[in-house]
């Protein structure tokens, strides 16, 4: 007997399951004096809302961006005769460089806009005040950079919408006392060639160690690891991409003709300030670092013990009146009078109408949030109260098999996907070939999610 347990135990030394384990104890050993041991990931086994991590979703768009980015920087060139044409030649010719860079370009704005609703999901369940100040001022620094790291991302093509952009941005910084002329030498330099090294060095290098500095003191201890999610932002991305391709622009002469330019969805607001000529200083620093401060004190102001944004109509009116602000000036960044006789008079806008329309917005959102609270308590739902957790339940109205037959039908609909996005890259069909692709994350990440929701509890 004890012989037959000895050449058990030498079998099981010899099969792979057992070095695999030997090799998983070996890197969790190395690890453990690292500090990636001290995140604590949980990978759901159930459904569970992405609302609470969806500043790990955020995360995951820049690492996708970091791959994206380092791949691209094969190819592209930081120069002045070289910037656009490096550009095209990846549009153009370098294989699967038109994919990579869309998934770039769609992962930036997957990021900036999954960080605002990071923030405001934080803002309204009152989350913030779970944890210490120091992880909401981060996370309020991290959005603010991730706006500027993109935009110095789309200026380095230097098309004609980027020079705009930087032309914008070295007045807005002349425009700032006493330091203005500094500012404009140390960030842009001397002339384009000095813009397109900074900004490059300012994309690849700076702004990101940056980021991953605020990432380390930003993370809480405890992560979320959902795979189903991870894959359905994956897929979202490549699939927006398929369908809006991102443009290469216009390359930039001083022939080129500007015509009617506008930024990025996430700088429309600031263009819109910029468009009521008011002083630019006023209209592009002011205006911002106020909307952007204000946020970055709610953890201070907002200091009592309830949490839900049903108890705190204030601070709920407020953060939706925010919100109603970025819709409105986003609106008017993108208005283009193309009636006007005059460019000038095409991109003006009156400041009457413009402020006008703010205060009626925040007033409505003001009233509305109160009388909708106050209707709520009178109804015995305006304080939320902790109850007990619902467990969810499985899928009921399916039998085993039936959900058997729609996961292998899932599967074969995902080899069918497969082809027919290899059939699309090799007849130089990159747009389809995304959205095929996108498609590809989208079901795996439905696949698991009906898997895991029909198991029995």
């Known amino acids: 007997m004890e012989t037959q347990t000895i050449q058990a135990e030498k079998k099981e030394k010899i099969g792979i399951g057992y070095l695999i384990k030997k090799l998983y104890h070996y890197i969790v050993d190395g690890l453990d004096r690292t500090g990636i041991l001290s995140y604590k990931f949980t990978v759901p086994k159930r459904f569970v809302s992405p609302l609470p991590f969806l500043g790990f979703l955020t995360f995951i768009c820049f690492l996708i961006l970091g791959i994206s980015g380092a791949l691209l920087l094969f190819f592209y060139t930081p120069t002045l005769s070289g910037a656009w044409t490096s550009v095209a030649l990846i549009n153009n010719t370098i294989p699967f460089g038109i994919i990579i860079r ?21 803002y309204f369940s ?17 959005g603010t950079i991730t706006v500027l790291e993109a935009f110095t991302g789309y200026d380095i093509i230097v098309n004609t919408r980027a020079v705009l952009a930087v032309s914008i941005g070295v007045s807005l910084n002349y425009s700032a006392p006493m330091i203005g002329t500094q500012l404009v030498h140390t960030i842009f330099g001397r002339g384009f060639p000095d813009f397109i090294l900074r900004f490059y060095a300012l994309h690849i290098f700076i702004l990101p160690i940056l980021m991953v ?44 003709n500007v ?22 200083f006023v209209a592009g620093i002011l205006l911002p670092t106020l909307f952007i401060l204000m946020f970055m004190v709610i953890p201070f102001v907002d200091t009592n013990k309830k949490y839900s944004w049903k108890d705190r109509p204030f601070f709920t009116a407020l953060g939706i009146a925010s919100i109603g602000q970025i819709l409105i000036t986003t609106y008017w960044g993108f208005f283009i009078n193309e009636t006007a006789p005059t460019p000038t008079q095409a991109l003006f806008i009156d400041p009457v109408q413009l ?17 909708y609270l106050r209707r709520l308590a009178s109804q015995g739902g305006g304080i939320a109260r902790r109850g007990k957790k619902v467990a969810q339940q499985p899928i009921t109205f399916l039998t085993t098999k039936w959900i058997t037959v729609i996961l292998v039908a899932m599967i074969i609909f995902q080899v069918y996907l497969n082809f027919i996005g290899l059939e699309a890259y090799f007849h130089s069909f990159p747009n389809l070939t995304m959205f095929d692709l996108g498609c590809v994350f989208l079901l795996f990440a439905a696949m698991v999610h009906i898997y895991r929701y029909s198991k029995p509890l």
């Open 126 to 142: 009152g989350r913030f005040k779970i944890r210490n100040e120091i992880i909401w001022v981060t996370g309020v620094i991290f």
């Open 259 to 280: 015509g009617y330019t506008l930024p990025e969805w996430y700088l429309t607001s600031l263009y819109a300030f910029l468009r009521t000529f008011m002083p630019k």
């Open 102 to 122: 869309n998934i770039h370009y769609h992962a930036s704005n997957a990021m900036i806009f999954l960080a605002l609703a990071h923030l405001y999901y934080n």
């Open 213 to 256: 500095v605020l990432c380390l003191i930003h993370f809480p201890k405890y992560l979320t690891f959902d795979l189903p999610f991870v894959s359905a932002v994956s897929g979202a991305i490549l699939v927006v991409g398929g369908m809006y391709p991102v443009s290469l622009g216009i390359q930039y002469t001083p022939q080129a």
């Open 355 to 371: 402020f006008g329309a703010m205060i009626l917005v925040a007033i409505l959102c003001f009233v509305g949030t109160y009388i």
